[in-house]
């Protein structure tokens, strides 16, 4: 995979950091939905080893915690301050490495995930391929992005106000911009052609603006959702 590939793996742009000595708290219901999704998804599983692709401060490793012995993240350098996430999150191994190749071996991790971070890429090449080369057989691996089909985006559409690239202010990671955002379809195409892995389940995760938002929908709606999880199984 050449360098040019992919520009870095850049940074989401809903993280609320404490810096004083407290853990970073959930920004918003939908994080509580996007957990309470995954754990009725994956129930009494327990994983050795995980990995948080471009983690950020480790907030989903954080709220996933139960589910590995093992918690694992990597991010670009300038993302992590390593002296504060490893006074409180003794129990997750922060790696700071390049946007190109995940400093670890192959097939080393049984579950692998990566939250909002695919909408900020020109290109996802890097990402599937670091991704899946890490997983090992039959371990799964997690994509969660926020749905281009949620209805602040209809709103948007219909008066031609939607468009990408699309700046969506300053974080604590600095400029948000997302590239492209993807529907389900989309998302689940970026693997159709790699034959290790196969798609599980797709989940359409909290609806509404604002402040008003519902965990699960009526089912002709789930469509109009924020935010996508996209869950594949590497089988072989």
Not at 11 to 25: D, T
Not at 80 to 98: A, E, G, N, S, W
């Amino acid at each position: 995979m050449g360098e040019g590939d992919i520009d870095i793996l850049q940074k989401k742009e809903s993280i609320i950091i404490n810096m004083n000595g407290k853990l970073p708290k959930r920004s918003c219901p939908l994080d509580l939905f996007i957990t309470k999704t995954l754990k009725d998804f994956f129930r009494n599983n327990k994983f050795n080893r995980s990995l948080d692709i471009s983690s950020g401060v480790g907030n989903a490793s954080y709220y996933l915690r139960g589910y590995s012995s093992m918690l694992h993240c990597v991010d670009l350098d300038k993302y992590l301050d390593m002296f504060t996430l490893k006074k409180y999150y003794k129990k997750i191994h922060f790696v700071k490495y390049d946007g190109k190749h995940i400093p670890y071996k192959d097939n080393a991790f049984n579950l692998v995930y990566s939250f909002d971070v695919i909408e900020h890429l020109n290109n996802y090449n890097l990402l599937t391929h670091e991704a899946i080369c890490v997983l090992a057989k039959n371990g799964y691996l997690i994509i969660g992005t926020p749905n281009v089909n949620r209805i602040g985006n209809i709103l948007l559409r219909l008066f031609y106000k939607l468009k990408f690239p699309r700046k969506l202010g300053n974080s604590y990671y600095g400029e948000c911009i997302h590239i492209k955002e993807l529907s389900d379809k989309e998302l689940q195409s970026i693997f159709s052609d790699i034959a290790q892995i196969k798609h599980i389940k797709s989940f359409y995760v909290g609806f509404g603006l604002v402040n008003f938002t519902l965990p699960k929908p009526p089912n002709f709606l789930n469509r109009y959702c924020n935010y996508l999880l996209s869950i594949y199984q590497k089988i072989s």
